[in-house]
């Protein structure tokens, strides 16, 4: 069966510094995957999604990057981070037209 | 461009109460419709959808019924307990190019009291 996978957990990080966020999935191929935030009051926002490896798809200009180096593998990332970027980061893939999500990253930028 | 729209809350209510959550869209073709929910600390799960039109969704005593002519998919359950606390999410999915992704509402918390 297929499971989605994220880590860290919980991160608590100083303005300024670096990001990176990883996300795998298990028991597919090619998977479409997805990289939202969920912030306070704001419900969910599609941040990137790819299709393949090394294709990259933005939603919303910002201070984040993504990047998928292999077929089951996503990053978000930033170079330095800013107090807005504080947030419930969600992973997800897809099958027809059904989103599976992993378990979360919750950073705190402080 | 696609949009969902879900009612203001939170939500609290006493257990064995029956819930309505409203949701309604905008979306161009047909969209499949889906609610998800997320427990205290965890990531989104699927709790039930509709892919066509007058379609009913269900699972674990919810229900949702795709209603293209109020362009809505309301979350009913007719005796809330207090293990669906939970933050509800309405999204839709439609084509895009190659491409599908889920549209979001911005979700509401729902408490339930014993």
């Known amino acids: 069966s297929q499971t989605i996978h994220q880590w860290p957990a919980t991160l608590v990080q100083p303005v300024g510094s670096p990001l990176s966020l990883e996300c795998t999935v298990e028991g597919t191929s090619n998977p479409n995957l997805y990289w939202y935030r969920q912030a306070a009051g704001r419900g969910l926002q599609l941040l990137f999604y790819s299709v393949g490896i090394g294709q990259i798809s933005s939603e919303v200009p910002q201070n984040l990057s993504a990047s998928r180096p292999q077929d089951r593998q996503f990053i978000l990332s930033s170079k330095k981070l800013l107090l807005s970027d504080s947030g419930f980061y969600l992973c997800?893939?897809?099958?027809?037209?059904?989103?599976?999500f992993g378990e979360g990253s919750r950073l705190t930028v402080l | 461009g696609d949009s969902v729209t879900q009612m203001e809350g939170p939500v609290t209510l006493s257990e064995e109460a029956f819930l309505t959550i409203n949701c309604t869209y905008t979306a161009t073709g047909y969209p499949s419709l889906f609610w998800y929910v997320q427990y205290p600390g965890e990531g989104l799960q699927l709790l039930l959808k509709?892919?066509?039109?007058?379609d009913k969704g269900s699972n674990k005593g919810f229900e949702a019924t795709y209603r293209k002519e109020t362009t809505s998919f309301h979350l009913e359950k007719g005796s809330v307990q207090v293990s669906d606390s939970a933050v509800y999410f309405c999204?839709?999915?439609?084509?895009?190019?190659?491409?599908?992704?889920?549209?979001f509402g911005k979700g509401i918390t729902l408490s339930v009291r014993p």
């Open positions: 509709a892919t066509k039109a007058d």
């Open positions: 999204a839709l999915s439609a084509w895009t190019g190659a491409n599908s992704k889920l549209t």
């Open positions: 997800a893939w897809r099958l027809g037209g059904e989103l599976f």
